[in-house]
């Protein structure tokens, strides 16, 4: 079977509860950061792993995810006539390096319920699953670095992160044992269990799960059996430990920064630090931060 990872997966039918009221009316993954919605960062992240499939699992709102990834025969007019070379690049950019298409998740069931609606679209080979929300500033980007693991071990891969213990029960938590990669063993782990959201005392390490996948298709025969779990949800991660049976799993400690964008205050956090990055914005941007009297 192929090793070669060409789709990627995004679930954005989730309800979006921790960004009300603005997520009433739009899906999360549609907020921009700076200037892009969340989403856009997400699909450039797979496009430059060398994934074009993209494949969007949506709910509510999913006219403006669908209208973002189109053609805007309108806009793109107008701007042409006005002369607006650069603005057209911008919109027309991302629409011509990707193929998307979309499937519905008719209920919110929970993310393994999302993962496993894409299967059709999937078909049998390997996959990525990225969750939008997850924002990830990376040199080399973090699906290209999963990747890598997937095409020599050929076994499911999670990207975790380490997380202060005192934060680590809001995430889904690995056990681990070390494996070498690329001449280390900090980085590559073999994944011996998978536990969603553990109180602190029962958190097996401090690396946390986060929104970054590749899979093999046999998860999907592992979703299918899977029955609600934390939170009265089908989880993702109850159907990577029926799939750790089977074979291999392994957890890779990504190298770049993540925001969790999904989140109020991880937003704000990543508008800032995103418009600091930017050659257009950044210089007065620190500036007119300087000034506040903090
Ligand atoms: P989250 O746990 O962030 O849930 O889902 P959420 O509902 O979107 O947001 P909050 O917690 O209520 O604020 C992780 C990812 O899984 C998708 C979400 O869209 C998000 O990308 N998801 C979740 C689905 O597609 N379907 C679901 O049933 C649940």
Redesign the pocket.
Known sequence: MTKNVRKAV???????????PA?KSQ???MLPLVDKPIIQYGVEEAHASGIDNIII?T?RGKSAIEDHFDISFELEHLLEKRGKQKELDLVRKISDLIHVSYIR?K?????G??VSVARELVGEEPFAVV???DVIDAETPCLRQLKNVYEKFAGGVIAVMEVPKERISAYGVVAVEPVEFNGTKDRLYRVTDLVEKPPLEDAPSNLAII?RYVLPPEVFDCLDRIQPGSGG??QLTDGLRLLMEQGPLYAYRFEGRRHDA??KLGFLKATVEFALGRDDLGGEFREYLKELKL
């Open positions: 995004f679930p954005a039918a989730g309800l979006g509860t921790r960004f009300l997520t899906p999360k993954e699992v709910g998740q209920e919110a069931l929970g993310l319920h999302a969750l939008a929300d929104g949800e089908l999904g989140d």
